[in-house]
Nanobody, 118 residues
Framework: VQLQASGGGLVQAGGSLRLSCAAS????????MGWFRQAPGKERELIAR????????VYAVPVKGRFTISRDTAKNTSYLQMNGLKAEDTAVYYC????????????WGQGTQVTVSS
């Protein structure tokens, strides 16, 4: 499975961005997808995940209520709608896919930079 993330950019605080993660290859093996982010000097953190078939979602506390993860199984694409962006959301965002429900993630996309100016 190959993942291609896109949609990052520069936005003012309070603004919105939508990230996309397009999967290709053995997409039938995907069971869940997630979005991570890594800010400078900080560890990579999981901020949202979704089950591929059922669409069940889980969010990290810092983004809950502002970010929405979704997926379009026909397009093999996951989305992260980010509203009410804050300066502390500035980070490199990564998408990942898992072929099971274990802790580890099997495939990673390249990062996309999100910068929020205050």
């Amino acid at each position: 499975v190959q993942l291609q993330a896109s949609g990052g950019g520069l936005v003012q605080a309070g603004g919105s961005l939508r990230l996309s993660c397009a999967a290709s290859g053995r997409t039938f093996s995907i069971r869940r997808m997630g979005w991570f982010r890594q800010a400078p000097g900080k560890e990579r953190e999981l901020i949202a995940r979704i089950t591929w078939r059922g669409g069940d979602t889980v969010y990290a506390v810092p983004v809950k209520g502002r970010f929405t993860i979704s997926r379009d199984t026909a397009k093999n694409t996951s989305y992260l709608q980010m509203n009410g962006l804050k300066a502390e959301d500035t980070a490199v965002y990564y998408c990942a896919a898992g072929t099971n429900f274990a802790i580890t993630w099997n495939y990673w996309g390249q990062g996309t930079q999100v910068t929020v100016s205050s």
